[in-house]
């Protein structure tokens, strides 16, 4: 199994996750050319995407699923309560599970999903397994949770927000009540809960670790990094990029 960060951040999300003959893209929150281009960049193309999976509904998450599901014919999967949130577009094969589900199989795929606190209507994250390897994405969360380390502990790579450092959020340019959103419960996770995250599902066959969704206003790698190497100095923490991949990163 190997996957590939299209973009992480405010303005857009995607992850493409892949094991023999399935290509699943988590999240599309790019508009379609941009989101052609950057599966290009990986010689892929959305046509031999096998679904589009989807954690929740806010804009830089979804906003290119209907049209690139159109356009390619491609199954949606999704909890009920984000499709309704989303305001129900209209998609040729659509594929509901609750976020509570134990699993769910798509082609050489199982993902298992994560319900997170987050300020969206059933949001989930996921963990991939495949070939006998996992995958661990947790990209927007206000709170660790029991069942959030539960189903990240085992994984041998994890994608990981690390959304704000809480110093440079108060003193940054958003107001008193959209500091408040995101540093509340059903907000994202900053770079202390991130590192308190890891330090409780971090092992020895953990050997990458990909920090996600910084906030360009909010935050920097070298404090996000900074976090993480407070609880474990031997582990040297990637970055999600905003405006280009990853590239593909082994499992």
């Not at 590939?4 to 996750?17: D, E, K, P, Q, Y």
């Amino acid at each position: 199994m190997r996957f590939a960060v299209l973009g992480s951040g405010s303005r857009g999300n995607a992850t493409l996750i892949e094991t023999d003959g399935t290509r699943v893209l988590l999240d599309c929150g790019f508009g379609l050319r941009e989101v052609e281009a950057r599966l290009l960049d990986l010689d892929v193309q959305a046509q031999d995407l096998a679904a589009i999976v989807v954690t929740h509904e806010h804009g830089d998450h979804i906003a290119g699923v209907a049209r690139l599901a159109r356009r390619y014919g491609l199954e949606v999967w999704t909890s009920p309560g984000t499709w309704k949130g989303a305001g129900a577009p209209e998609v040729d094969r659509l594929r509901l599970f609750p976020g509570h589900a134990r699993s769910v199989r798509i082609g050489g795929l199982t993902l298992r999903p994560i319900p997170v606190p987050h300020d969206a209507r059933e949001p989930c994250q996921f963990a991939f397994e495949a070939d006998g390897r996992r995958l661990g994405v947790m990209t927007d969360a206000g709170a660790v949770t029991p069942r959030m380390c539960e189903s990240l502990r085992e994984c041998d790579a994890l994608v990981l927000e690390a959304n704000h450092d809480p110093e440079m959020l108060r003193a940054g340019p958003y107001p008193a009540s959209v500091q408040r959103r995101i540093q509340g419960p059903f907000g994202h996770l900053s770079n202390p809960q991130a590192a308190a995250l890891f330090e409780r599902v971090r092992h020895g066959g953990l050997r990458l670790l990909l920090l996600s969704h910084l906030s360009q206003q909010n935050n920097c790698p070298e404090r996000a990094v900074a976090a993480i190497r407070s609880v474990q100095s031997d582990l040297d923490p990637m970055i999600a990029q905003q405006d280009r991949g990853s590239g593909w990163l082994d499992v």
